[in-house]
Nanobody, 121 residues
Framework: QVQLVESGGGLVQAGGSLRLSCAASGRSFSSYVMGWFRQAPGKEREFVAAISWSGVNTKYVDSVKGRFTISRDNAKNTVYLQMNSLKPEDTAVYYC??????????????WGQGTQVTVSS
């Protein structure tokens, strides 16, 4: 099982930026699809972004397209989420994740512990 540790969360004003990092353990990191989810207070956890093992293919939830960028560095076993033009509605705990199989996000195999992002208006 892959172990995931997020960092980089914090408090930022609306319009600001943050970069989240997720460090993964395991020798097969470069073969994993990786993703980010978030959960706001009182809401269900939602998919935010995902990236293929090569980094070539990415996908995003509509609400973050054009503002967030997911990337990875397989040499460092790390995936990133660059978040620009942040809005108060982006406030949530952000989780790094790996699907249980391939790129099927219906079942997540590993979750990180989460990092809090708070955007003030």
């Amino acid at each position: 099982q892959v172990q995931l540790v997020e960092s980089g969360g914090g408090l930022v004003q609306a319009g600001g930026s943050l970069r989240l990092s997720c460090a993964a353990s395991g020798r097969s990191f470069s073969s994993y699809v990786m993703g980010w989810f978030r959960q706001a207070p009182g809401k269900e956890r939602e998919f935010v972004a995902a990236i293929s093992w090569s980094g070539v293919n990415t996908k995003y939830v509509d609400s973050v397209k054009g503002r967030f960028t997911i990337s990875r560095d397989n040499a460092k076993n790390t995936v990133y989420l660059q978040m620009n033009s942040l809005k108060p509605e982006d406030t949530a705990v952000y989780y790094c994740a790996v699907p249980e199989r391939g790129s099927d996000w219906s079942r997540v195999g590993s979750w990180g512990q989460g990092t809090q992002v708070t955007v003030s208006s």
